[in-house]
């Protein structure tokens, strides 16, 4: 079964914590990103990256940090110090970036602060 | 970025009607692309329209692009239930820039 898998589904966060999404594809893709959705709102692009060990800031990368040691993974981590981090986040990959890219979306990850 | 800009932000329609929702952008594009997203659920890509194609279909979905107004529509013809979900639009501009997207248009369709 070929696509893109985000894990977990829920997660929760404490005041001062860290956390880690996981998003893992098997279409072997070059490029994946990471976005943040706010409730009723659109997306908007957290990080990027198009090649292994390479990632660009995207609109709101403040309080986020990422990785990308494998072709098949890119991790995203909230850190402490993004203060509203309560929102859909969601992975997306495609064949090698923009443009004329299609990108193929996980289910995403809710993130919600106790 | 290039983000797009949808219109409405909600339609309501009754199944068998057809739903239309807009789309501007600020500046020359490659091509655009919309995408669907059901609530709770990641994004569905739908159709891409390239700058030199004025229209496309799909099933019962008619894109049309402007690029001389910066605008494309997206079309959902005899509308199901099943077609209950936000519609974003993603323009796409030159090589090494990013896909950006507009707020959405909540669509629901009513039995």
């Known amino acids: 079964d070929g696509g893109i898998t985000q894990s977990p589904k829920y997660l929760f966060r404490k005041e001062g914590q860290n956390v880690t999404l996981s998003c893992e594809q098997n279409l072997n893709h070059d490029a994946m990103y990471w976005y943040r959705q706010d409730p009723g709102q659109g997306l908007r692009l957290i990080y990027y990256s198009q090649i292994v060990n390479d990632f660009q800031k995207g609109d709101i990368a403040e309080g986020y940090s990422v990785s990308r040691e494998k072709k098949e993974s890119f991790p995203l981590t909230v850190t402490s110090a993004q203060k509203n981090p309560t929102a859909f986040y969601l992975c997306a990959s495609s064949i090698k970036g923009p443009p004329g890219d299609i990108q193929y979306f996980g289910a995403g990850t809710r993130l919600s602060v106790l | 970025s290039q983000q797009g800009e949808e219109d409405p932000q909600a339609l309501s329609i009754q199944e068998g009607e057809n739903a239309t929702m807009n789309c501007s952008y600020k500046t020359s594009i490659n091509n655009l692309q919309w995408y669907r997203q059901n609530s709770g659920r990641g994004l569905v890509h739908l159709i891409l329209?390239?700058?030199?194609?004025r229209e496309k279909h799909s099933g019962r979905l008619r894109v049309t692009l402007d690029t001389s107004k910066k605008s494309s529509s997206l079309l959902i013809t005899a509308s199901r239930a099943a077609d209950t979900a936000s519609y974003f639009c993603?323009?796409?501009?030159?090589?090494?820039?990013?896909?950006?997207f507009g707020g959405g248009t909540r669509v629901l369709v009513k039995p």
């Open positions: 329209i390239r700058s030199n194609e």
């Open positions: 993603a323009p796409d501009k030159a090589a090494g820039n990013k896909l950006t």
